[in-house]
Structures are given as structure tokens and as C-alpha cells.
């Protein structure tokens, strides 16, 4: 019979068994994110490389949850639980800083700014992305048509009544005659606020599991110390 309790052994290890699996989903998610890195850095969003250390720290931790948990070792145990409680404020200073971040996005994107709009304009891959915006949501520009510059493209032509209407191009410009009166800011706002409350909910989200962690396998700990306590007491009175 082992040192803890057998269901909550299977339950610890089947939830770090799972924690393992969402660490290799954000590994491949932060792979797929990392040409977006240097748009959200620019913007006032956080760098890409917390998420490469969220990633992989919840893929180590949980690895040595799974040792902890098969092996029933005290000092594994503990540096499973000293992580959980390390991580849990690691956690809820990264959700902080991305609220923050959100808020700084939000003002940008709320005044306009042409910085905002140059972020975007400046990369070919997040101008196809627009582009792209423009012909679903019938908009032009992130803060106005003249973030084109000089010419304004097809995507922002504005053939029929569209909500949110239509409207000359600017003067000195070519390109369509009528182009859609709303900008696209708003719509890449929703987007990236969207990423943004995924990952606050990740954070706090990981935050509250840690914090199970750690009474789990505190738990786990004392289990531990008990069986061998009267593992000690019982080959004591056989001495005896």
C-alpha cells in the first residue's frame, strides 16, 4: 500500500498529467504567436517571451508533479509545492501586468493614434491582415483611410450602403472614389482584446490552481510523514 492516499495520488497525478498536455498547446500557441510579437511590444502589449516562460514553466512544473505524485518522495513533493507557491504569485503578477497592458492598448486605439496605426502599417503581414478586415467588416484604415498614405487600396472601396455609410477619399489620394466612412480600429481592438482576455484568464485562472497545488501537495507531504512516522513507531516496538 502506498505512503498517500490512493485517489487523491490518481487525482494529483491526472491533473498534472493534463497541465502537461495544455503546456505543449501553449508551446505550439507561443510558436504561432511569434511572428505577432514585435506588433504587441510595439502597441504597448507584453512581450511574447512571458508566454515562452509561462509555457514552458507549466510544462516542467508539471512534469515534476507527475514524479512527485508516482514516486511519493518528501522532497519532491516540497519542490513541487515551493513552485505552486512561486508560480501562484508569478501568475498573479503577470494577469496585473495584462490588464495594465489591455488598459494602455485601449487608450491608444480609443485617441486614434497615428502610433498605433504606423505599428501595423509598417509590417507587410499585418497589412494583408487589414486588408483582410476591410473586406468583412466594410472599414478602412485602423485610425483613418490615410494610413495608406497615398494610395488607398481596393479593399477600402465602398460600393453600396454599408452601416457606418461611405465617403470620398481623401484628396491627393488614389485609389476607389467612395470608400467606407468607418476605420478598422475598433475591429482590431475586439481581436486583440479578445487575446487579452484569454490570457487574463489563463493567468488568474493558473493562479487559483497553483494555490490548489500547493494545498494538495502540502497535503500530500503530511500523508507521507505520517505513514513513515508510524512506519518508525512500529519498527521501534518490534525492537522493543
Known sequence: MGKINTCLKCLFIFFNVLFAIIGCILVFGAIKSSTY???????????????????????????????????????ALKIFAGFMGIGMIIMLIFGIVVVV??????????????????????????????????????????????????????????TSYVQGGCKAKPAGTSGPYQIYAQTCGQFIYALINFV????????????????????????????VKHHDSEGAGSMAMKGY
Open 101 to 158: 497592458a489591455r488598459n494602455t492598448i485601449k487608450q491608444g486605439f480609443d485617441s486614434a493614434s497615428e502610433d498605433i496605426a504606423k505599428v501595423f502599417m509598417d509590417n507587410e503581414e499585418t497589412q494583408m491582415f487589414i486588408e483582410a478586415l476591410q473586406q468583412t467588416y466594410h472599414c478602412c484604415g485602423v485610425a483613418s483611410a490615410k494610413d495608406w498614405g497615398n494610395k488607398i487600396p481596393i479593399s477600402c472601396e465602398c
Open 196 to 223: 487579452f482576455e484569454i490570457s487574463m484568464g489563463l493567468c488568474f485562472g493558473f493562479a487559483i490552481t497553483a494555490l490548489l497545488g500547493l494545498l494538495v501537495s502540502l497535503l500530500m507531504i503530511h500523508q
Open 37 to 75: 510579437s514585435s506588433q504587441l511590444s510595439s502597441v504597448g502589449g507584453p512581450s511574447l517571451a512571458w508566454a515562452w516562460v509561462i509555457a514552458i514553466g507549466v510544462l516542467c512544473i508539471s512534469s515534476l508533479g507527475i514524479y512527485a505524485g508516482v514516486s511519493e518522495k518528501p522532497l
